[in-house]
């Protein structure tokens, strides 16, 4: 009787094992299709109309009852003239998947407990890739030795055109204390110690939190702004940097700005400051601006400024910045052209040379 159960029990994992395989095997057919479509569809545009013994047709692949569910399948993949352009595009692709998540989710975690461990180790390393690939960004540096942060002067007229008293706060926290944007647009009221001028930090890409002394002349103007605007930060659930939004809110809205509000307002004060440098186009989906100067270029002013004024202790510096590994920091410290030719020109300096030969003689 045991031995019967067990066997039932071995049957049923088996079968819910091939069934996921199946589903598996199900989402990889409408990956292809899709690939097939898109490939179908560049080369009509490239080439024009092919004949219809060319066009590649659904019935070469398998179609499962989940495909016809995610896309409507015809008896061609390729956009005829006068009919209806089937082709999904790669939102609509990531939507469906969206959508089906749950189930995506289930049928991993069950082959999860039966697949070998050189298996697993296959579509983890097959997933890490496309999390690099599409989402993080290269470790190469990208800018030469082109300046990604402010000038002494640069960040003088950069606040000198900003009227408004929150963007003046919020920059301002960037400029001094390193912070990323989505740090500072998040800092509330309970963050601040009041005894200490503490300014307690949650660090985004670390997950770790940290604190760091804010320095008394900025810890001065943030106690008048809070002073100044005490009814809106109650509101906004004490976060300084309150959304004054007009639009239908939700119990969804953010009580703060977004980063993407800090942005937009960070370039329009960059054009009337006249610093919008273009130095750049991105390649994309459409042709965007780079700009030399961006809101993370106030962190890259920050960390360059406490690394010069602390003798250039980059240990210190990283540190300060919050960062891991002190590789990165060494990214963000900026040498300028003219400390970089003196440091030159002091290595090659000969009457250094000379005293130490004239030594060496009288020795």
């Given at each position: ?31 292809a299709?899709s ?11 490239i ?26 399948v ?83 007229r950069?606040?000198s ?8 706060l919020?920059?301002?926290f ?12 998040r800092i ?19 997950g ?6 804010i ?14 605007f ?40 960059m ?10 186009y ?11 100067l ?13 690394c ?5 202790n ?7 910045a919050?960062h ?33 030969r ?6």
């Amino acid at each position: 009787m045991k031995k019967c159960s067990a066997s039932f029990a071995y049957c049923s994992a088996s079968a819910n094992t091939f069934g996921c395989l199946s589903a598996i095997h199900a989402l990889l057919s409408r990956c292809a299709f899709s690939f097939l479509r898109l490939f179908s569809a560049l080369s009509f545009s490239i080439s024009g109309p092919v004949g219809r013994e060319e066009l590649v047709s659904s019935s070469q692949l398998p179609v499962s009852r989940i495909e016809t569910d995610w896309f409507p399948v015809s008896g061609s993949m390729s956009p005829v003239c006068g009919e209806e352009n089937l082709i999904p595009t790669a939102r609509e692709i990531g939507r469906e998947l969206n959508k089906k998540w749950p189930e995506i989710k289930g049928e991993l975690e069950h082959l999860g407990h039966y697949l070998s461990k050189g298996t697993l180790v296959k579509a983890i390393t097959i997933l890490s890739e496309a999390r690099k690939r599409r989402f993080l960004r290269s470790k190469r540096p990208k800018y030469g030795s082109m300046n990604k942060g402010f000038t002494e002067e640069e960040l003088e007229r950069f606040f000198s055109v900003i009227d408004d008293p929150k963007p003046h706060l919020l920059f301002s926290f960037q400029a001094f204390l390193g912070l990323r944007i989505g740090e500072a647009v998040r800092i509330n009221i309970q963050d601040i110690n009041l005894k200490t001028r503490e300014l307690r930090i949650f660090t985004e890409k670390s997950g770790k939190t940290d604190y760091l002394l804010i320095p008394e002349k900025l810890f001065e103007v943030a106690l008048r702004y809070i002073a100044a605007f005490e009814k809106e930060i109650a509101a906004a659930k004490g976060y300084l940097f309150f959304s004054s939004g007009k639009g239908r809110r939700t119990s969804e809205t953010r009580p703060h700005i977004t980063t993407q509000t800090a942005r937009f307002v960070f370039r329009d004060y960059m054009r009337k400051a006249k610093l919008a440098e273009v130095y750049g186009y991105s390649v994309g989906a459409g042709p965007r601006s780079l700009y030399r100067l961006s809101p993370h270029s106030l962190r890259h002013y920050a960390i360059t400024n406490f690394c010069r004024k602390n003798g250039g202790n980059a240990v210190l510096a990283s540190k300060f910045a919050r960062h891991t590994n002190l590789q990165t920091t060494m990214v963000y410290i900026h040498t300028e052209k003219e400390e970089l030719y003196e440091s030159i020109e002091r290595a090659h300096d000969t009457k250094i040379l000379e005293k130490v030969r004239e030594m060496q003689e009288n020795i």
